[in-house]
């Protein structure tokens, strides 16, 4: 089954219970994420981004308090992805609010997958965050525990996302970026990630420090 064929899959069963949506409304939701995850810009935020967060929600489902909602929150967390824009957080979590909306999914609960999209802004958590923030957030960013040829991939198609930037004015912004990680005392919230991913994260963002410093990875 291909990539396109699983994510889909996945985001339908969330609707199967759902029995006021008709098949061409969910048919249109799928077209939706499809439509804006496949834009032509996207190397890295794209379809493949969401598979692979999938694989390691399953990882984690059972620990969480509200796991649909999660699901939900990672189908919806990058719709929009402008690297121009400051505002793609809160338009992409605007059009989750309305989404779920539409399928009657109590308030108390879109607040919680909003929640869960904002904080993908900073990726720190707030003091009163829901439980299963820090369990998104650490799914969001476990690509940078990947095999080093596997990140550097990931490396190479974050930068391809901002080719219309200079090679200094990515340099900077992306050290920048970076540095942002790994100034935490962890990067990754949870115990499981932190076991499993933090120090090969540790590694593969200093390398790519060092490399963009010496002019390389751009």
Same mark, same amino acid.
């Given at each position: 089954?291909?990539?396109?064929?699983?994510?889909?899959?996945?985001?339908?069963?969330?609707?199967?219970?759902?029995?006021?949506?008709?098949?061409?409304?969910?048919?249109?939701?799928? *077209?939706?994420?499809?439509?804006?995850?496949?834009? $032509?810009?996207?190397?890295?935020?794209?379809?493949?981004?969401?598979?692979?967060?999938?694989?390691?929600?399953?990882?984690?489902?059972? *620990?969480?308090?509200? $796991?649909?909602?999660?699901?939900?929150?990672? %189908?919806?967390?990058?719709?929009?992805?402008?690297?121009?824009?400051?505002?793609?957080?809160?338009?992409?979590?605007?059009?989750?609010?309305?989404?779920?909306?539409?399928?009657?999914?109590?308030?108390?609960?879109?607040?919680?997958?909003?929640? @869960?999209?904002?904080?993908?802004?900073?990726?720190?958590?707030?003091?009163?965050? @829901? $439980?299963?923030?820090?369990?998104?957030?650490?799914?969001?960013?476990?690509?940078?525990?990947?095999?080093?040829? &596997?990140?550097?991939?990931?490396? &190479?198609?974050?930068?391809?996302?901002?080719?219309?930037?200079?090679?200094?004015?990515?340099?900077?912004?992306?050290?920048?970026?970076?540095?942002?990680?790994?100034?935490?005392?962890?990067?990754?919230?949870?115990?499981? %990630?932190?076991?499993?991913?933090?120090?090969?994260?540790?590694?593969?963002?200093?390398?790519?420090? @060092?490399?963009?410093? &010496?002019?390389?990875?751009?």
């Amino acid at each position: 089954m291909k990539i396109e064929e699983k994510c889909k899959s996945r985001f339908q069963a969330l609707l199967q219970d759902n029995k006021d949506i008709s098949v061409s409304q969910k048919d249109s939701l799928w *077209e939706e994420i499809r439509s804006h995850y496949s834009e $032509p810009h996207r190397t890295y935020h794209s379809l493949n981004h969401l598979y692979q967060m999938l694989g390691e929600f399953d990882s984690v489902s059972k *620990e969480l308090q509200d $796991p649909e909602i999660a699901l939900f929150a990672l %189908f919806y967390h990058d719709l929009i992805y402008d690297v121009t824009s400051k505002t793609n957080e809160e338009e992409s979590a605007k059009i989750a609010k309305d989404r779920l909306s539409e399928l009657g999914i109590s308030q108390e609960r879109i607040e919680i997958c909003i929640e @869960h999209i904002l904080a993908t802004k900073s990726h720190r958590l707030g003091d009163k965050c @829901h $439980p299963d923030t820090s369990f998104f957030l650490d799914i969001d960013i476990s690509i940078l525990g990947s095999e080093e040829s &596997k990140y550097y991939k990931y490396a &190479k198609n974050i930068r391809k996302e901002y080719s219309i930037f200079s090679s200094e004015d990515y340099q900077k912004g992306r050290i920048q970026v970076l540095n942002h990680f790994i100034e935490n005392i962890r990067l990754f919230h949870t115990d499981f %990630f932190f076991d499993e991913y933090e120090m090969r994260s540790r590694h593969n963002v200093k390398l790519e420090i @060092h490399s963009l410093q &010496k002019g390389e990875l751009i």
